[in-house]
């Protein structure tokens, strides 16, 4: 049988990541590669390439999950000029991992330069250098700490 995908494998906690918010249905973790500090992935556990492969209710699950991580973010200060909520859905969208997932990446008003540095190499696939895992387990861990002090 082939190995699941790399999402599947962190949603059942079988590969490496930094967890920033889960339950039975969802995961949110911090992406690799940054587009901006403290960029989050939230998907969903169950494998699902497209978003429109999962019913409404559970599309709209995803999205509430979205919003309280935006709203850990702004709580930290990140994301405070504006933040993207991107889906890319579809490889001609720039999909490159086929599982689901809503990017919520926090954006400052002087980073344009560095971050488009980023998604170039992001939208080509190359993606460069990885961020240290340290870096990574301390983000998610301010994350936690937010999304356990407020219910939505
Ligand atoms: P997309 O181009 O929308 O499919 O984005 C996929 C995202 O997944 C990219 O931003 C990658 O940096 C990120 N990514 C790929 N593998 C991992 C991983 N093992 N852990 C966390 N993020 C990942
Ligand atoms: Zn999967």
């Known amino acids: 049988m ?3 995908c790399i999402f599947c494998q ?3 906690n079988e590969a490496p990541h930094a967890l920033v918010y889960e339950d039975a249905e969802c995961s949110a973790f911090m992406d690799i590669h940054p587009l901006g500090r403290g960029h989050v992935l939230v998907i969903p556990k169950q494998h699902a390439v497209q978003i429109t ?3 409404g209710t559970f599309q709209d699950r995803l999205f509430q999950v979205a919003r309280r991580v935006l709203k850990a973010q702004r709580q930290l200060g990140w994301g405070l000029q504006g933040t993207h909520i991107l889906l890319n859905d579809g490889k001609a969208a720039n999909q490159t991992v086929p599982h689901a997932h809503i990017h919520v990446i926090p954006r400052e008003s002087r980073d344009s330069l560095k971050s488009m540095g980023r998604l170039l190499l992001h939208v080509t696939g190359l993606f460069g250098p990885r961020q240290k895992s340290a870096v990574l387990q301390q983000q998610a861990k301010a994350l936690r700490h937010e999304i356990d002090r407020f219910q939505e």
């Open 2 to 4: 082939s190995k699941p």
């Open 10 to 12: 962190i949603a059942a």
């Open 53 to 55: 492969e999962l019913d």
